[in-house]
């Protein structure tokens, strides 16, 4: 019988395989509960991956590059304690490409068209190892990406989105927010899941919307708070200090 099996075959599975954090909890949770097992059991925490002393960001881009530069720009100021070791972009004209290449950073384009997504994101995973990357940020990825990368980057994939999500997911959503006339917008960094901009989050900023904004200048006031929580969430990220319950990330 493997150890597995073994282990699958008493009550003691339930802590088979966990991280002595969680183990940690588990018991906290059983003892709080009387020793009655409870469903709650199986939604210990997640604590923050480990991480080397200075990470290696890898930075995945489509467009303009107005997150990565302000990143950037936090990374040579030695404002965040991590390297930057590969900008990727999907789009080889990508003027956010361009300007990593000037300021001197490994950088790398794949063609996508006749790949399917699993195939081009295993590719890219491959460039991101290649380069020693430990930790991924979608600065403007056009692109939903597949399980297999989510898998092989879990809970090291950040992505900045223009609305309070869950509100106004996907494309255009500054737009989306001054169409439906909400009062305050804004935008959100999360952990980045198989789905569309739906992971948990770890830092909104509201921005509100005046009468006489249009959708430009919405979206303007956004990208200044946009610059300012990406970094600042990339540098909570990076002291490791929070873990995953559910959908909630918490400051530990
Ligand atoms: C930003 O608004 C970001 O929130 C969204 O795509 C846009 C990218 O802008 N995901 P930039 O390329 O970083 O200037």
Request: glycine residues 8%.
């Amino acid at each position: 019988m493997s150890s597995h099996t073994q282990a699958a075959s008493s009550p003691g599975w339930l802590i088979y395989d966990l991280h002595v954090a969680q183990i940690l909890v588990l018991w906290r949770t059983i003892h709080r509960a009387g020793g009655q097992f409870t469903a709650r059991c199986f939604i210990s925490p997640l604590s923050s991956p480990r991480l080397p002393l200075k990470p290696n960001l890898g930075i995945l881009l489509s467009g303009r590059g107005s997150n990565f530069e302000a990143i950037a720009a936090n990374v040579l100021s030695g404002k965040l304690d991590c390297e930057i070791g590969f900008v990727f972009s999907n789009r080889a004209n990508a003027a956010g490409l361009a300007r990593a290449r000037e300021l001197g950073f490994a950088c790398g384009t794949l063609e996508s068209k006749g790949i399917d997504r699993d195939e081009y994101d295993r590719q890219v995973a491959d460039l991101l190892r290649e380069h020693a990357v430990d930790f991924v940020c979608l600065a403007g990825y056009m692109r939903l990406l597949s399980g297999h990368f989510v898998h092989q980057f879990r809970n090291r994939i950040l992505n900045i989105h223009p609305s309070l999500l869950p509100a106004f997911p996907g494309l255009d959503a500054q737009y989306q927010a001054w169409i439906h006339g909400v009062k305050i917008a804004g935008c959100t960094v999360h952990f980045v899941d198989e789905d569309l901009d739906s992971g948990p989050i770890l830092m909104q900023a509201a921005v509100p919307v005046l009468d006489d904004d249009t959708p430009e200048t919405l979206s303007a006031r956004i990208l200044v708070e946009e610059h300012r929580i990406y970094s600042e969430a990339i540098a909570w990220v990076l002291t490791g200090n929070y873990r995953i319950e559910g959908r909630r990330v918490i400051k530990t």
